[in-house]
């Protein structure tokens, strides 16, 4: 049993006691959003429209069409679109121009492409995040967030890894831009229900098939929703001192009953771990934890190498014992197939009326 202070799942506690400090962050706020036509970019454009009034998020991505699609369904003058490439610092810097803060999700992200196209995704993950510092620094903004993925713990495959290079620059990126008034940090989280690309969508497809698909009956993952996780990134934009890596504590499941969950009826077919893929995945490795705190709702792992000054922010922070790691097997908090159900039909999906089915 691992020994941290448990989340208690019945209350979701959380992140969201720290909302008044978020809405007075975010008042006045103009933030430059990478990646946000993706999933996240839409639940955290969605977020700021609803609960925001005069904050401006500036979308910044590649491909247009994915822009107009998110300008027909928001069709709000606080978003506004600029066309970009995160591998173009110029680029970058006009757009971080007069922004208050950046959160960075720009990403290649699916393990297949990164590891067929690795000079891509290097250019993409790693390079792109030193761009996102450089600019932000230039343009003399004040926060910047990046996201980054269990994936990046202990990794097995090369868009982990390069979520790992991204993750140290966006730690030791501060020893440049702290001292110009930039602060960066990130946040690491797991699984994102129903994201593109992810298990929902593709059970989804199977079900039309009449049969679903499960790698190895063993594997775990960690389990978060698209609102949690722009919990996370507005604590981490709000608290952030410098070279944090923000880890909230959150559910796992087993696969077997995601399949379960989704299609009780269907049959079952194992295919195998591919390569590339973890039986368990790592929030928190033993490494890690060496220098993190326990903050009650989630972990921050704290910069090893610090020459930039920081205020004490993390010193009521819990210290965690020795040989602790937080992973997806181990976890105090799972996910029954009830619950999974609940929470694919009820999560981000409710809010734009749409369920499963319609996933
Ligand atoms: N989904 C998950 O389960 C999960 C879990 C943990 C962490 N994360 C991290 O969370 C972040 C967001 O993930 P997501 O699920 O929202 O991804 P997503 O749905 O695939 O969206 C990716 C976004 O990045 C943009 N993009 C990709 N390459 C770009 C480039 N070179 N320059 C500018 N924009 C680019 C895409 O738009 P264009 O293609 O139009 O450029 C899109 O807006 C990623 O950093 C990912 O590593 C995701």
């Known amino acids: 049993m691992p020994s941290y202070r448990p989340v208690d799942p019945t209350v979701r506690t959380d992140l969201r006691n720290d909302g008044d400090a978020w809405a007075e962050m975010m008042a006045g706020a103009n933030i430059l959003l990478t990646g946000g036509t993706g999933s996240f970019g839409t639940a955290f454009v969605e977020r700021v429209l609803n609960e925001y009034p005069d904050t401006i998020v500036r979308v910044f991505s590649r491909d247009e069409l994915k822009q107009s699609e998110l300008r027909a369904r928001f069709g709000d003058k606080r978003v506004r679109y600029f066309i970009g490439d995160v591998r173009d610092r110029a680029r970058l810097t006009r757009a971080c121009e007069g922004a208050t803060a950046v959160v960075h999700a720009a990403a290649m992200k699916q393990v297949p492409a990164c590891e067929y196209n690795p000079f891509e995704a290097i250019n993409t993950n790693i390079l792109g995040a030193q761009n996102v510092v450089d600019a932000a620094m230039d343009a003399g903004v004040g926060r910047v967030i990046a996201l980054s993925t269990d994936k990046a713990a202990n990794p097995l495959n090369l868009y982990g890894a390069t979520k790992l290079c991204a993750e140290k620059i966006f730690v030791q990126g501060n020893s440049y831009s702290a001292p110009a008034g930039t602060r960066v940090a990130c946040v690491r989280y797991g699984n994102v229900v129903g994201s593109r690309g992810s298990v929902v969508p593709l059970f ?156």
């Open 204 to 359: 989804k497809r199977q079900i039309a098939e009449g049969r679903l698909t499960i790698t190895d009956p063993r594997m775990t993952r960690f389990w978060i929703t698209l609102d949690h996780a722009v919990d996370l990134v507005l604590y981490g934009l709000t608290n952030l001192t410098g070279g944090e890596i923000f880890i909230p504590k959150i559910p796992s499941m087993r696969v077997v009953d995601l399949a379960e969950a989704v299609g009780p009826e269907l049959p079952k077919e194992i295919i195998g771990i591919r390569p590339g893929e973890k039986l368990h995945e790592v929030l928190l490795t033993e490494d890690d934890a060496s220098h993190a705190v326990d903050m009650g709702a989630l972990f921050v792992v704290l910069p090893l190498h610090q020459s930039w000054a920081t205020e004490p922010r993390w010193a009521d922070g819990d210290t965690l014992p020795d040989g602790f790691c937080y992973t997806s097997d181990t976890n105090s908090w799972w996910l029954s197939p009830t619950e999974l159900r609940t929470m694919l039909d009820a999560a981000s999906y409710e809010r734009r009326g749409a369920t499963l089915a319609t996933i």
